[in-house]
Every structure is written in C-alpha cells, then in structure tokens.
C-alpha cells in the first residue's frame, strides 16, 4: 500500500528533508555534491531519498547550479541541406559521440531567417543551455558575438567570414584546395575550371584560394563560377553555364562533392567522358562520391574529427577552463580515384 502511495504521488523534497531529519537546503547540497554537507547528513538524505524514490527536480536542480547539462547545435541552413549533405551527418556524428562521454545533452536548432535568429538568441541566453556550437554561418553572423557577450560558451564549426572569434575549429581548406588543382595540373590539365562555393562563407573563400594558389604559379588562366550552394543542383547548374562558356574546358575542381556529383552528371548528359574529356574534383570525401561512377577523386574532409573537436572545446569552456588553443585547423587530403 505504502509503494501504491509513493508511486501516485511524486515524492518532494521537503518529503526527503522530514524523513532525514534536515533542512531543504541540506537536500539541494546532497543533490549537487556540494562538500559543505557532514557525512552522516549526507548519508540520511541518501537514504531517504532512495526510500521514497524521489528524483531531483531537473529545473529546481538548474536554479541551484546554473547548469542545464544541455548544449545547442546551431545550424543555420535548409533542413534539406542539414539532411542531404554528408558534412554534416559526420560533423553531427562527431559532436554525439564526444558529448556521449560528458552526460551532456544535445539540442539541435536551425535558424535561416532574422526573426528565426533573434527568437534562437532569446531562447540560447535564457539560461535554456550551457553552450552553443554553431555550424554554416553565412556572413558576419552577429548570433555568435552576442552569444558570448551574454555569457554563453560557444564554439564554431568553419571559419566565419568577418568575424574573428574566440575559438572555432577548421579543416585547412585552402591547402585542400590547392593540392586538388596541383594534381590536376600534373596531370597536364590546362584549361582548369572551379565551381566555388558561396563566397558569404569561410569555406567557400577558403577553397576558391586554394583553387587560386595552384593556378597562380602555372600562368594558366582562371576560369570561376560560383555556385549558389554546395548541392548537387548548384553543380549542375554551373556546370551547364561552364560548357557553355568553355566548351575547351578538360578538368573542374568543385567545391563539394554534391557540386562534383551535379557536374558530372551535366558531363555525360552532353556526351563528355569523364575523366578522359574533362576530369573532376570534389571536396568532402562522401560515401556517395566513392561510389558513384565514375568513382570521384575528392579532398578528404575530416568532418567527423571536427564534431569531436568542437565538442571537446565546448566542454571545456563551460567548465571554465582555459584553452591552450582555442583555433584548431585539422589536415586534409586528397584521395584519388576514377574521375580525375
């Protein structure tokens, strides 16, 4: 009858501080491991706790130590790009698997639009989460400045155009880039195009430079498009206007490999083989790429690691501990196989 009881009424926490023979105020610094507490106190409050079944109240738990054990993801594109592009499932995968170990929770929360943004930043500062990480910004994004300003730990996935904050992680996107196009040029490709990314992002600045540096040394001539995204369409779409405008083109370096995916689609669509006509270069290294055909030579991007990382940073910032290296810049490298 006495289990009946207990299981209809939710146990509170005078309850527990009666049965132990303490104050409320004992309870909470049980709960939260606060060492300011005798151990034979600790011990009753243990013990009544476990006799009532009581579980500490997770939003009275948060008044007492500020902490919430929840961070955000904040990715600030379509949810069919969130979906359709492998960056960010291995990105995603990393951020879980760091934070598994940590007991944190992971939110996600998407925001394109300005209103979306500020209802994002009313919710990210109102004590909701103990961090931020934010992925794809577009721009000089004020949400990560007013995030830290507020107080909130925050991470950034890629270097942002225009801002120069606190700690972020990246993959050497330039130098990516650059070894891509100095294979083709090996290759003896001289009339070698690139479809860039959006140029609002660090990444797609990052991999046009790149593209840039290769060529700079070779004396051949530059010939750029940009892409409006880093889907399969964009691809597409620029590769129609590049065979349009270049029809003596031999090699393309794109800046993802949905892009490369898109192009050479395109190419075969207007009788060009690859890569005996025209070779191509994506950048991610995606499991779609290694098994398209032909299958696509790519920049590996070590999307998984950067999670990890990022996560790791975020961690430690919310402990209140120093980093010893706030900006870190991870490797890639090319990996060759049919289409270039």
């Known amino acids: 009858m006495n289990g009946d009881r207990h299981a209809a009424v939710r146990p509170t926490l005078e309850a527990v501080a009666a049965l ?33 079944g009581y579980v500490p109240n ?3 738990r948060t008044l007492v130590t500020r902490r919430t054990d929840t961070v955000a993801l904040v990715v600030s594109e379509t949810q069919q790009r969130l979906f359709d592009e492998p960056f960010f499932a291995g990105t995603i995968r990393g951020i879980g698997s760091a934070l598994a170990e940590t007991g944190l929770q992971l939110i996600l929360a998407m925001a394109q639009t300005q209103e ?7 919710y990210l500062t109102g004590q909701h989460v103990d961090g931020a990480l ?33 700690s972020y992680v990246d993959m050497d996107n330039r130098g990516g880039a650059r070894q891509a196009v100095k294979y083709l040029v090996s290759k003896g490709r001289s009339r070698i195009a690139t479809i860039a990314g959006p140029q609002d992002m660090g990444v797609g600045v990052d991999r046009l430079a790149g593209y840039r540096d290769a060529l700079l040394a070779t004396g051949l001539q530059e010939i750029v498009i940009y892409g409006s995204d880093f889907s399969e369409e964009s691809g597409m779409t620029a590769m129609r206007t590049l065979l349009a405008e270049h029809p003596e083109l031999d090699a393309v370096f ?16 207007s009788g060009k083989d690859v890569p005996g006509d025209v070779a191509v270069i994506g950048f991610d290294d995606s499991p779609a790429g290694a098994h398209s055909s032909p ?10 690691a950067m999670g990890r990382q990022m996560a790791h940073l975020l961690v430690s910032r919310i402990n209140g501990e120093r980093l010893e290296q706030p900006v870190v810049i991870l490797d890639t490298h090319l990996v060759i196989r049919d289409s270039a």
């Open 20 to 52: 132990a023979g303490v104050g409320r105020g004992t309870v909470s610094r049980v709960i939260n491991g606060s060492p300011k507490v005798s151990d034979r106190a600790r011990t009753a409050v243990l013990q009544a706790i476990e006799e009532l």
């Open 58 to 60: 997770r939003a009275a």
């Open 116 to 122: 979306e943004h500020q209802r994002l930043e009313q």
């Open 134 to 166: 934010l992925i794809s910004l577009h721009g000089a994004d004020p949400l990560p400045g007013r995030l830290e300003a507020l107080g909130v730990p925050t991470v950034l996935g890629g270097r942002p155009v225009g801002l120069a904050p606190y």
């Open 254 to 269: 794109t800046a993802s490999d949905p892009m490369a995916l898109g192009a050479i689609r395109v190419l075969k669509e």
């Open 295 to 304: 299958a696509l030579t790519t920049v590996h991007n070590p999307s998984e």
